[in-house]
């Protein structure tokens, strides 16, 4: 009896490790107005902040840190997109998404680096890359790995490593005016930080339940 007490204990323990806290939603007031006519949907790189310990950001330098948030940005857009490709065919949804690859390619002959990409309105973007609204994604995560000589691995092969908690909002903009049509914040907690995989897996289960462009929307 003792130790199935222990087992159920030990179980709720995990899952209050492994879980989020409960995601916030919008969506504005008039959006099936737009939902018709909207065809394609562009997917941005992710705006992507890691803090550091003061013991960790003394084993790095800006411009490694600059690389590794670049790169996860542009990693959490290619898992974003995949995942949507994948869900499009089970839940049916209204609109197709830019490939990410021609999304890139647009916004450098646009001379739009990565570092800039925050300073022009989803209006602006939606406007150069042809399409009907933009989805943007940013990821605040505290504490990326568990050591200074974790995260200078981590650096060099790209891995995130453990990470206590991750704030992610994604938001949708239409294009004609850049209005807010959908914002979804999450906070994952835990271990789920560990890759781009795990994060974008957490974040998307729950994101897609009440992504707005299907049949009913």
């Known amino acids: 009896m003792r130790f199935s007490t222990l087992r159920v204990f030990a179980c709720a ?4 490790w ?3 806290c409960g995601p916030s939603i919008y969506l504005a007031q008039d959006f099936r107005t737009y939902a018709p006519k909207h065809k394609t949907v562009a997917i941005l790189p992710a705006a992507v902040t890691m803090q550091m310990r003061p013991n960790q950001a003394r084993h790095t330098t800006a411009e490694q840190v600059h690389n590794l948030e670049q790169q996860s940005g542009v990693d959490f857009q290619e898992k ?3 995942w949507l490709l994948r869900r499009t065919t089970q839940r049916g949804y209204t609109v197709q998404f ?5 999304t890139n390619s647009l916004l450098r002959e646009s001379g739009i680096p990565y570092s800039e990409l ?10 150069i890359l042809g399409v009907d609204a933009v989805l943007t994604t ?9 050591d200074g000589a974790a995260v200078a691995v981590g650096l060099l092969v790209g891995a995130w490593g453990a990470t206590n908690q991750a704030n992610i909002t994604v938001n949708i903009h239409e294009s004609d005016a850049g209005k807010l049509l959908w914002k979804y914040d999450y906070v994952a907690s835990g271990s789920v930080g560990s890759s781009t995989d795990g994060m974008v ?5 729950n994101a897609s339940k009440k992504f707005p462009y299907t049949p009913k929307s």
């Open 138 to 146: 940013s990821v605040r995560t505290s504490k990326p790995m568990s």
């Open 118 to 127: 925050r300073s022009h309105s989803p209006q602006e973007l939606a406007k």
């Open 98 to 102: 830019q490939d990410v690859m021609k």
């Open 201 to 205: 897996n957490v974040l998307m289960r």
């Open 13 to 16: 323990l995990m899952t209050v």
């Open 18 to 20: 492994l879980t989020a």
């Open 80 to 82: 974003i997109y995949a």
